[in-house]
Each structure stands twice: as C-alpha cells, then as structure tokens.
C-alpha cells in the first residue's frame, strides 16, 4: 500500500521528523509493506524513543490521510 503519493508523503514525514529529531537520514526506501532507513541516531535520543516518534506520527497521518490504508 505504500506507492504513490503515501510512498511520498511517508518519506518526507520521516526526513522532516528525523530533521526535528536531529538525525540525518543517509538511506531511505519505501517498500509497498515495509520501509528500509538507515541513519544515525543522536546520543540524546534513544533508538525506540526515535522508531517510536516515526511510526507513530507517520502511520496517524496516513490513517488520517488515506483511511483505506487502515483497512488493508
């Protein structure tokens, strides 16, 4: 389900949080069920602490977004 403008939308969700969060993503590639990141996380923030900011913030956005997505 992620193509198109979701693909889109979900990568630049996640450089923008990685920006606030001030890690810098170095790959990112969204899969139509998965995506593959690799970047640096800061000392100052834990690594669930980030994955969680991520996935939380993307995926009700998406819900919000793109409720079709929920129901897949």
Known sequence: MLDG????????????LSEWL????????????HVHAVMPIVPK??????VGTIKGKTAIKIFKSHPVVRSA
């Open 5 to 16: 403008a979701i693909k889109e939308m979900l990568e630049n969700d996640i450089r923008a």
């Open 22 to 33: 001030e890690c810098e993503v170095k790959e990112l590639n969204a899969q139509m069920d």
């Open 45 to 50: 923030v834990s690594v669930s602490g980030y």
